[in-house]
T-cell receptor, first 115, second 111 residues
Framework: KQEVTQIPAALSVPEGENLVLNCSFT??????LQWFRQDPGKGLTSLLL?????REQTSGRLNASLDKSSGRSTLYIAASQPGDSATYLC??????????????FGQGTILTVHP | DTAVSQTPKYLVTQMGNDKSIKCEQN?????MYWYKQDSKKFLKIMFS???????INETVPNRFSPKSPDKAHLNLHINSLELGDSAVYFC??????????FGPGTRLTVL
């Protein structure tokens, strides 16, 4: 069964800390992996997308890595700010079958950055 | 301008009723999706349409019927609503299989 798991379920850190969110997937045959952010009562905002041929992607203070062989991705947030507080979701597009973009989501990590 | 929009944002209704949720995207994408987010915040795909053609139907009860009148719209009609249908429903679009863009969600409450 193709699943996605995120650890930890919740994380609380003081402002300014660097932090790492973890995502693991059960099947290494993936097409791409996407990290999203969801604010309470809001939709999802795409943060980074890593193709299966890539090892990492960076956007500002965010860096996402991908290790297909171990079935893992990490989202690194540098110098965290209270505005980073949100739920972070990892989603995998598994290879094979239809290529029309079905995403399998993890259950999310709830991040709280306190001043 | 909103890229992916959904209406209504909130929907409260009685069990047994029939309701629809509308979704529109102005990004020129060829693929649209419906996802359900349950009370535990777990997101799961329901349907995917590519160029108005149904591609994915993830073991969703046949009370749920998506309709795509054109590539920019994917509506979700739900018959005989049940308590367990209460959730947040998200529409998304993409040039499959690239980055998906999500709408703001529709919070459905069945009483």
């Amino acid at each position: 069964k193709q699943e996605v798991t995120q650890i930890p379920a919740a994380l609380s850190v003081p402002e300014g800390e660097n932090l790492v969110l973890n995502c693991s997937f059960t099947d290494s045959a993936i097409y791409n992996l996407q990290w999203f952010r969801q604010d309470p009562g809001k939709g999802l905002t795409s943060l980074l997308l890593i193709q299966s041929s890539q090892r990492e992607q960076t956007s500002g203070r965010l860096n996402a890595s991908l290790d297909k062989s171990s079935g893992r991705s990490t989202l690194y947030i540098a110098a965290s700010q209270p505005g980073d507080s949100a739920t972070y979701l990892c989603a995998v597009k598994y290879a094979g079958g239809t290529s029309y973009g079905k995403l399998t989501f993890g259950q999310g990590t709830i991040l709280t950055v306190h001043p | 301008d909103t890229a992916v929009s959904q209406t209504p944002k909130y929907l409260v209704t009685q069990m047994g009723n029939d309701k629809s949720i509308k979704c529109e995207q102005n990004l020129g994408h060829d693929t649209m999706y419906w996802y359900k987010q349950d009370s535990k915040k777990f997101l799961k795909i329901m349907f995917s349409y590519n160029n108005k053609e149904l591609i994915i139907n993830e073991t969703v009860p046949n009370r749920f019927s998506p309709k795509s009148p054109d590539k920019a719209h994917l509506n979700l009609h739900i018959n005989s609503l049940e308590l367990g249908d209460s959730a947040v429903y998200f529409c998304a679009s993409s040039h499959a299989p690239n980055t998906q863009y999500f709408g703001p969600g529709t919070r459905l409450t069945v009483l």
